[in-house]
């Protein structure tokens, strides 16, 4: 964590941190001291719309805000999940988009958000406004992922 105050005290930059980080714990003294201007985390990995609702309020006290994490091997439901909190925090900044990642997804996944002028638009479709096809899913079998993981095998979390 010391790099991160040597970063702000010779920058006047925008700093965004966060894209793996699980916990308000894994954030909090970057966000408490300031050293960040943007706290990057995902709600697909910090416990869901409620674990990033709670990363988010912590920061507005600082005056940190948020820029999650949009990567693009993140489902519609994730991204969907993401954009309706993106929608009620006071303290947003900018959502990360690079498009869904593959035409499994789009298969699978039918949604409303749709991306106008730079902007992701949440349709009026009720829950996410997400919908799951199983069919389309039966022709995609799950792949174990060999991406770091934030969890060792007894549970306990790790950074990547």
Same mark, same amino acid.
């Given at each position: 964590?010391?790099?991160?105050?040597?970063?702000?005290?010779?920058?006047t930059t925008p700093l965004?941190?966060?894209?793996?980080?699980?916990?308000?714990?894994?954030?909090?003294?970057?966000?408490?001291?300031?050293?960040?201007?943007?706290?990057?985390?995902?709600?697909?990995?910090?416990?869901?719309?409620?674990?990033?609702?709670?990363?988010?309020?912590?920061?507005?006290?600082?005056?940190?805000?948020i820029a999650p994490h949009?990567?693009?091997?993140?489902?519609?439901?994730?991204?969907?999940?993401?954009?309706?909190?993106?929608?009620?925090?006071?303290?947003?900044?900018?959502?990360?988009?690079?498009?869904?990642?593959?035409?499994?997804?789009? @298969?699978?996944?039918?949604?409303?958000?749709?991306?106008?002028?730079?902007?992701?638009?949440?349709?009026?479709?009720?829950?996410?406004?997400?919908?799951?096809? @199983? @069919?389309?899913?039966?022709?995609?079998?799950?792949?174990?992922?060999?991406?770091?993981?934030?969890?060792? @095998?007894?549970?306990?979390?790790?950074?990547?």
């Amino acid at each position: 964590m010391p790099t991160f105050r040597e970063m702000r005290n010779h920058t006047t930059t925008p700093l965004a941190i966060g894209e793996i980080y699980n916990t308000i714990w894994d954030c909090k003294e970057m966000i408490q001291n300031q050293w960040i201007d943007y706290i990057r985390t995902a709600t697909t990995h910090a416990g869901g719309i409620t674990g990033v609702r709670r990363i988010a309020e912590f920061a507005a006290i600082f005056h940190v805000r948020i820029a999650p994490h949009g990567a693009p091997d993140l489902s519609p439901i994730c991204f969907a999940a993401q954009s309706h909190l993106d929608l009620w925090v006071p303290n947003f900044g900018i959502q990360e988009f690079v498009g869904f990642g593959n035409e499994a997804s789009n @298969e699978v996944f039918s949604h409303d958000l749709t991306l106008k002028d730079g902007m992701i638009h949440v349709g009026d479709s009720p829950g996410l406004g997400v919908d799951f096809n @199983e @069919e389309a899913a039966a022709k995609y079998p799950y792949k174990r992922s060999y991406l770091p993981v934030s969890r060792l @095998e007894d549970g306990t979390l790790w950074s990547w």
